[in-house]
């Protein structure tokens, strides 16, 4: 371009012209879009998962709960189990997944140890499906009623996170170790944890022992009765 041309361009507002790239400019752009970490397509699915989960309406979360394929526990389950109780409740009682006759009728907390669990919820004036949801962990059963694997609790977790966030319960009691860790995201000790009141997300949380643990240990029975006044007396402390 002549200096007379660019001269009157620019009077005219129009320069500095956009020029072609060099060699050396393209390469150096590129290596720079390269140096660029590449999001992992496996974590973008995971994420993508989560919130879609926690777009959820109760309907929807019932419906992904009974389609999930997320993790092997699908494999022998004969149905998911999402959760029973008031979707209205005060009181979120967490256990750590279905056992065979969960497995089998769909609810939680069904067997001995629901039974139990019943009893535990009279002995302070509760009852299941008034102002109580009960949920676990994990909803489809462990094989052999083990312990789930973290990955497991993993890909179960955006479903209890998402039940509580419906609910907006008061107060969480996490029934037992693998509960408890789940929900604290951190490794606990039940006989260690009791008596404190620990959170998530901002709502109260207390740990105690699960009902299948007390009917093999009927001796902690009463550890029990007193982390259920505990709960109580911080409900009353709390929000009364």
């Known amino acids: 371009m002549s200096d007379r041309r660019e001269s009157i361009l620019r009077e005219m507002g129009l320069a500095p012209l956009w020029k072609r790239r060099t060699r050396a400019v393209a390469a150096g752009q590129a290596a720079a879009a390269a140096a660029i970490p590449q999001a992992n397509p496996a974590v ?138 789940t929900l604290l995201d951190a490794e606990v000790k039940v006989g260690a944890s009791r008596g404190r009141l620990f959170e998530f997300r901002g709502t109260p949380l207390i740990v105690t022992y699960h009902p299948a643990y007390l009917l093999r240990n009927l001796t902690d029975k009463a550890k029990a009765w007193e982390d259920l006044c505990f709960a109580r007396a911080a409900m009353r402390r709390l929000f009364e």
């Open 44 to 181: 973008v699915a995971v994420d993508e998962r989560a919130r879609r989960i926690a777009g959820m309406d109760w309907d929807e979360l019932k419906q992904s709960i009974a389609e999930c394929r997320a993790c092997r526990l699908c494999e022998q389950r004969k149905q998911a189990v999402p959760g029973v109780g008031d979707t209205d409740a005060d009181w979120l009682f967490v256990g750590e997944g279905p056992g065979a006759e969960e497995d089998e009728r769909g609810e939680p907390f069904v067997g001995q140890a629901g039974k139990l669990l019943d009893a535990m919820l009279a002995a302070i004036d509760l009852k299941r499906g008034r102002k109580v949801y009960i949920a676990n962990a994990v909803k489809c059963r462990p094989p052999g009623n083990r312990t789930p694997e973290p990955e497991e609790t993993a890909a179960c977790f955006p479903y209890l996170v998402r039940q509580i966030e419906l609910l907006k319960p008061k107060l969480i009691v996490a029934l037992g170790k693998p509960a408890a860790e």
